[in-house]
T-cell receptor, first 116, second 113 residues
Framework: NAGVTQTPKFQVLKTGQSMTLQCAQD?????MSWYRQDPGMGLRLIHY???????DQGEVPNGYNVSRSTTEDFPLRLLSAAPSQTSVYFC???????????????FGPGTRLLVL | AQSVAQPEDQVNVAEGNPLTVKCTYS??????LFWYVQYPNRGLQFLLK??????LVKGSYGFEAEFNKSQTSFHLKKPSALVSDSALYFC???????????FGAGTRLFVKA
């Protein structure tokens, strides 16, 4: 199993450009999520999905869109990049359970994004 | 709303000494608590979790954590620190049955030889 994979590893954008951060998992996990990591602020939840066709907002959703057409993939879209979106982005996946919600999350290696 | 506080930005400890990384939390329901570790330029790796049962939870690499409901704390501990334990540690909380996991700001652990 490859686990959780993310592409690209590093990206430089100009303000106003758009791009998609890719995330894929091969563990058949129902739950997937996107976080951003900024110094001194830990990880903040952007969006999450509990299954194909179902997404919801996290703590900091503004400026980001997501969709979940398959169980394996959960892309994160920046429609018009801003310098404030410079960050390291992590995708994670987890199995869900009937009563306890989530099991342990598995994280991808991250995408480092610089917006000029 | 859920929240997690890691009151120390950095913890310094000598190799062979015990270490503690502190975490307090706030949730409205039953807490599910997690510790993750991040090494430089890597993603987060799971260390341990508390769902229910014994208050003392044992995890990977000799780490353990103690759940204290009255103090709403979930401190990470290790009896004897190694230089290789130097990393960034994150505490996280999720309300039981929910899907949002909230992370603390992280504590950098530095173990000196």
């Amino acid at each position: 199993n490859a686990g959780v994979t993310q592409t690209p590893k590093f990206q430089v954008l100009k303000t106003g450009q758009s791009m998609t951060l890719q995330c894929a998992q091969d563990m058949n996990h129902e739950y997937m999520s996107w976080y951003r990591q900024d110094p001194g602020m830990g990880l903040r939840l952007i969006h999450y999905s509990v299954g194909a066709g179902i997404t919801d907002q996290g703590e900091v959703p503004n400026g980001y869109n997501v969709s979940r057409s398959t169980t394996e993939d959960f892309p994160l879209r920046l429609l018009s990049a801003a310098p404030s979106q410079t960050s390291v982005y992590f995708c994670a996946s987890s199995q869900t359970t009937g009563t306890s919600g989530l099991e342990t999350q598995y994280f991808g290696p991250g995408t480092r994004l610089l917006v000029l | 709303a859920q929240s997690v506080a890691q009151p120390e930005d950095q913890v310094n400890v000598a190799e062979g000494n015990p270490l503690t990384v502190k975490c307090t939390y706030s949730v409205s329901g039953n807490p599910y608590l997690f510790w993750y570790v991040q090494y430089p330029n890597r993603g987060l790796q799971f260390l341990l979790k508390y769902i229910t049962g014994d208050n003392l939870v044992k995890g990977s690499y000799g780490f353990e954590a103690e759940f204290n409901k009255s103090q709403t704390s979930f401190h990470l501990k290790k009896p004897s620190a190694l230089v290789s334990d130097s990393a960034l540690y994150f505490c996280a909380v999720r309300e039981g049955g929910g899907f949002k996991t909230i992370f603390g700001a992280g504590t950098r652990l530095f173990v000196k030889a």
